[in-house]
């Protein structure tokens, strides 16, 4: 690797580093209607840091609650507030609704930030545009929040011929501060279609390439809730879609969702009696794991992503330059520069349902990271090689040398 493309590679981890934490978070919060002080205490103890809004209307009271409780509980809550979204860059008090909104809300310590919109069509992004910069411009410490389509969306959904066309028009026209998408193929009836899976890898692709390009952190949402034609994930499901995302790089992981909204979802991590299903104790672990290994994954930048076996759409095969020989299959290989200039991999199992084996072979030291507590501890090779025994969906980060 060239001394430009490093220094490169550092400065993009310093940006990305100074964005913060690693955001862990969730679609649909309790509802306003619920105890804030209970809801946000379990929101908590799920090991989450950051909270999005309910799915129904908040006011502003209703925020400034759900604020206080989060302030309580060491949480950060990005806002939902109707007046975000409701003016035209055009209108004579587009600038004059922002700036109440700013007024109302960033003075407080657990304002993480602002959600705009879903999905949008790239006919919003002027708007977007407009709407994104001037919260920035005014409010640079908290997140402006978008989320796109994941990229198995229409032509006339998107507003665009292709899905990587949309991303790019995204980041050059709006600018944002974090690239997000939901993706929920793989969670589908029958996910080892290879068309599911080159659809997955494909979009987690397009957007790292282009958050690596822009310098913008990107962030997956993945599903928890049953609905429609999509199952209920098991715990592989879940660790398998997170470990994917950290493999590529991805700095934010949002569950959908954690209030069960109604029909046609069912089961989220909360149901719709507010009672915690199955998924709570699931996703309470691997936030945790996640919490402990974020200040480390937040200095490392995606320097490629490798597969084998069987190799999807999109995707790549391991190349011989590598410092590290992988053998073993189907494995996901991300390779990382930390902004000490140390050289990372994490190891995934990309199959969803049995276990392998991954054998590294790399000319110096290797050492794990424990995603319990964060402590280093050397590997000791045999024969010069290294075995990790992986469940399915199950990582492993690496430090090389």
């Known amino acids: 690797m060239n001394l430009v493309l490093i220094l490169c590679l550092i400065l993009l ?38 909270c999005l809004p309910p799915c ?27 007046r975000i979204f409701a003016k035209e860059p055009g209108d004579p008090d587009f600038a004059a609704s922002l700036d109440a909104v700013i007024a109302d809300y960033s003075g407080h310590p657990a304002t993480g930030g602002y959600f705009i919109t879903d999905e949008p069509n790239s006919s919003a992004f002027p708007k977007l545009a407009a709407i994104n910069q001037h919260l920035f411009k005014k409010d640079p410490q908290h997140l402006p929040f978008i989320n796109l389509f994941p990229n198995y969306a229409n032509e006339d959904q998107l507003g665009n ?51 690596l390009k822009n310098g913008i952190p990107s962030c997956y949402i993945l599903l928890v809730v049953p609905h429609w034609g999509y199952r209920n994930p098991t715990a592989a499901d879940l660790r398998w879609q997170v470990n994917t995302a950290l493999a590529y790089g991805y700095k934010a992981i949002l569950y959908f969702t954690y209030w069960t909204p109604g029909d ?9 009696k507010g009672e915690r299903t199955e998924h709570y104790n699931q996703v309470k672990r691997i936030n945790g794991e996640l919490k402990v290994l974020g200040p480390t ?43 000490d200039g140390s050289t990372w991999a994490m190891i995934v199992n990309r199959h969803l349902r049995q276990k392998t084996t991954a054998k590294l072979t790399f000319a110096g030291k290797i050492q794990e990271m424990s995603p319990k507590t964060g402590v280093m501890r050397n590997l000791k090779p045999e024969n010069g090689s290294v075995s990790l025994d992986l469940s399915a969906g199950e990582a492993r980060l690496l430090k090389l040398g």
């Open 13 to 50: 981890v310093s940006s990305v580093a100074a964005a913060g934490d690693f955001i862990i978070s969730y679609w649909c919060g309790p509802p306003a209607t619920t105890d804030p002080d209970k809801s946000y205490a379990e929101v908590a103890e799920a090991n989450f840091n950051y």
């Open 297 to 339: 994954l937040m200095k490392l930048i995606s320097t490629g992503v490798y597969h084998t076996g069987e190799i999807p759409a999109g995707c790549q095969a391991l190349e011989p330059r590598l410092p590290l020989k992988v053998e073993g299959e189907p494995l996901i290989l991300g390779m990382f520069r930390h902004e």
């Open 264 to 272: 046609p979802f069912n089961n989220a991590v909360i149901d719709g």
């Open 161 to 211: 011929k292709t899905y990587e066309e949309h991303v790019q028009q995204f980041c050059s026209v709006v600018k944002p501060q974090i690239l997000s998408y939901d993706h929920y193929i793989m969670m589908a009836t029958d996910p080892e279609k290879p068309e599911h899976l080159g659809s997955y890898f494909t979009n987690m692709e397009i957007v790292r390439t282009e958050g």
């Open 56 to 82: 129904s209307g908040v006011t502003v009271e209703q925020n400034k609650a759900i604020l206080d409780a989060c302030r309580k509980y060491g949480l950060k809550y990005i806002i939902g507030d109707g």
